[in-house]
T-cell receptor
Framework: GAVVSQHPSRVICKSGTSVKIECRSL??????MFWYRQFPKQSLMLMAT?????????EQGVEKDKFLINHASLTLSTLTVTSAHPEDSSFYIC??????????FGSGTRLTVV | AQKVTQAQTEISVVEKEDVTLDCVYE???????LFWYKQPPSGELVFLIR??????QNEISGRYSWNFQKSTSSFNFTITASQVVDSAVYFC??????????FGTGTRLQVTL
């Protein structure tokens, strides 16, 4: 139980275009979703926290206008990287909180901007 | 920020050796949770263990064991009789009252034949 499905697993896009990443909770309701970014050989850094039906809370240094997060339903949260540039190339992974202090993770999206 | 420190960046061992991965954390929370995750080359995070701050009992699960010492703010992970399939990056993480997970920098474990 408590599975988060993340799509796409890989995406290559041209510089200047936007890319949307989806995370769906398959068998539970995800009231809170966390979005992380991981550069090669680095740790996971929290980008933002979203709660269903409200605006996302972004971590310091993360551009909210560039990384648009929508959590319009209890089973779907999306991250849109707008006007992507090569420096946005990274591994993006979502995580939902399950019960108290439990977490389940999506399988991640490897974004390459060319 | 309340940091999670994994001082070992990379560890290389020969199969069947035991290996311990260190984790030290900072916290101002009375109640918190500690985690270990495994990240194979595919990138997905594999949950290994969750431990709450009130439970200092060590835990063993097959070849894996964990040593939680609140007095030294450490939560170390030992793999006994390592195998090639154990090769991965291992992350220690902490969640406090804000419920956000803070990850350590990770330890890359390479197990060779």
């Amino acid at each position: 139980g408590a599975v988060v499905s993340q799509h796409p697993s890989r995406v290559i896009c041209k510089s200047g275009t936007s890319v949307k990443i989806e995370c769906r909770s398959l068998d539970f309701q995800a009231t809170t979703m966390f979005w992380y970014r991981q550069f090669p050989k680095q740790s996971l850094m929290l980008m933002a926290t979203s709660n269903e039906g409200s605006k996302a809370t972004y971590e310091q240094g993360v551009e909210k206008d560039k990384f648009l997060i929508n959590h319009a339903s209890l089973t779907l949260s999306t991250l849109t990287v707008t006007s992507a540039h090569p420096e946005d190339s990274s591994f993006y992974i979502c995580s939902a909180r399950v019960q108290v202090y439990g977490y389940t993770f999506g399988s991640g999206t490897r974004l390459t901007v060319v | 920020a309340q940091k999670v420190t994994q001082a070992q960046t990379e560890i290389s061992v020969v199969e069947k050796e035991d290996v311990t991965l260190d984790c030290v954390y900072e916290t101002r929370d009375t109640t918190y949770y500690l985690f270990w995750y495994k990240q194979p080359p595919s990138g997905e995070l594999v949950f290994l263990i969750r431990r709450n701050s009130f439970d200092e009992q060590n835990e063993i699960s097959g070849r894996y064991s964990w040593n939680f010492q609140k007095s030294t703010s450490s939560f170390n992970f030992t793999i006994t009789a390592s195998q090639v399939v154990d090769s991965a990056v291992y992350f220690c993480a902490k969640a406090g009252t804000a419920s956000k997970l803070t990850f350590g920098t990770g330890t890359r474990l390479q197990v060779t034949l």
